[in-house]
């Protein structure tokens, strides 16, 4: 009786469709073992992302694990399930290598091949956190909802150590390079906690809730408080039952979000991995340089012509000339537009609207807030980012697939019916179907 409630706190709640599914594990089902080893890898992975060792911008440790072990873990079937369900995904890798080629052809810089490269990869992340929860999603859920946990309590731990020893001021790095990075990787996991979780988090939860709160106010990003602002409020008002409640919850995270962006962490200077920063002497220097300058939003206006084809990832020093350094668009979007033109910002636009509309608005609310920083900072290469999109096609597919295997399941046994050779039969069929990736064969 304890392992059938169990099975089904792991189900969607309020789906009708959970009890028939989860009849076969219940009635002893097992998961092979090739399944548990690529969810570990998974779990494993999301849990070393946060120690980086190389540079910002190079592949980290846990980026070269999974990049060797993915084509191990994730099925043939299920990279040619996503390959074909999310054309618009294919097309713009396509496209970016198609772009990058051509400017690489025309100017020699082999930048624009390493950039390809990581778009390449990010399409390898995609395939395998999607291969590896169609699986067994409830399963996945719960380890990988616990590698978060303990991630984000060691990240919280590091972050502390460092604010009490006096190893940071103002702007906390955390195991990363920079605060930015801390932020944007305490935005994707906590979204992703939430999204796995379906909203309905433990009593236990919220330590992990208030450690990501917590590890977002140590890297001092006003843009990762503005996205922290925003999931919180988004998780509030859909955890919330009643409309009174969800108003107050709401209203009370806004008005603490204010006090935060008002504190001396937030303030004129900063530190960071390479030293100390004149942050506010940025903003305040309107004269010499404004922040739109500094963020490079200027160059979609200078060179505008750039943003009908795109100018491609690479051989910056197109862009900046009579400038004393060369710095990329500060902004995911922004990257997307001026670098792929036109067709590369639509068909990225069009590949989130087809993510979106396969999940509930209750969930798929979750990748707003990721999206929400990329305005203001490059998060395209940040791999993490690319995983929640992976688990969000995956459980898109799974509610997709959801009537289709209630049409399927054999019909519930009463207490006072046999268990005869067609209703195992049955039960059997169900079993085998359910453990496979959706839509798909057996392995």
């Not at 950039?115 to 719960?142: E, H, K, M, Q």
């Not at 922290?228 to 603490?256: D, E, S």
Request: glycine residues 8%; positive net charge.
């Amino acid at each position: 009786m304890t392992g059938n409630r169990r099975h089904a706190d792991a189900l969607p709640h309020g789906d009708p469709f959970a009890l028939p599914a989860a009849l076969p594990a219940a009635l002893g089902g097992s998961v092979s073992r090739a399944t548990v080893a690529a969810i570990w890898i998974i779990a494993i992975y999301l849990f070393a992302k946060m120690f980086y060792v190389a540079k910002s911008g190079m592949a980290q440790p846990a980026d070269a694990m999974l990049c060797v072990l993915a084509f191990f873990i994730v099925p043939p079937r299920s990279m040619l399930a996503l390959l074909k369900g999310e054309l618009a995904l294919v097309a713009l890798v396509v496209w970016i290598a198609l772009v990058n080629l051509t400017w690489f052809m025309i100017t020699n810089d082999a930048s624009f091949l390493t950039s390809t490269l990581y778009y390449l990869f990010n399409l390898l992340i995609v395939i395998a956190f999607f291969g590896v929860r169609s699986r067994n999603p409830a399963l996945f859920d719960r380890i990988v909802c616990n590698a978060i946990v303990a991630a984000v309590l060691v990240e919280t731990a590091v972050v502390l150590y460092q604010r009490l020893s006096g190893m940071s001021a103002l702007r906390t790095i955390g195991t990363f390079r920079n605060p930015n990075q801390l932020a944007y990787w305490g935005i994707i996991m906590l979204s992703m906690f939430v999204m796995l979780r379906r909203n309905k988090l433990r009593r236990s939860d919220l330590l992990v809730m208030a450690a990501g709160i917590f590890c977002q106010y140590a890297s001092a990003s006003r843009a990762g408080l503005i996205a922290l602002l925003a999931l919180l409020v988004v998780w509030l008002y859909f955890a919330l039952g009643t409309g009174r409640k969800r108003v107050i919850a709401c209203l009370g995270v806004v008005a603490v979000g204010t006090l935060l962006a008002l504190s001396p962490a937030m303030d004129s200077s900063a530190v960071s991995g390479a030293g100390q920063t004149a942050v506010g002497a940025r903003l305040t220097e309107e004269s010499e340089t404004s922040q739109f300058d500094e963020r490079q939003y200027n160059r979609i206006i200078d060179y505008y012509q750039y943003t009908i084809f795109g100018a491609g990832e690479g051989y910056l020093a197109r862009f900046n000339v009579g400038r004393e350094f060369t710095l990329e668009i500060h902004s995911s979007l922004g990257t997307m537009l001026f670098s792929y033109g036109v067709p590369g910002f639509g068909l990225f636009m069009l590949f989130l609207f087809n993510v979106y509309r396969r999940l509930p608005l209750s969930l798929s609310i979750y990748l707003m807030p990721s999206l929400l920083y990329g305005v203001t900072h490059q998060g395209l290469r940040f791999t993490l980012f690319w995983g929640l999109i992976g688990v969000a096609i995956a459980m898109g597919r799974e509610y997709q697939q959801a009537p289709k295997r209630a049409a399927s399941a054999p019909p519930l046994r009463r207490p006072h019916e046999e268990r005869g050779p067609d209703y195992l039969r049955a039960l059997a069929g169900a079993s085998s179907r359910r453990d496979r990736p959706a839509g798909h064969g057996a392995e």
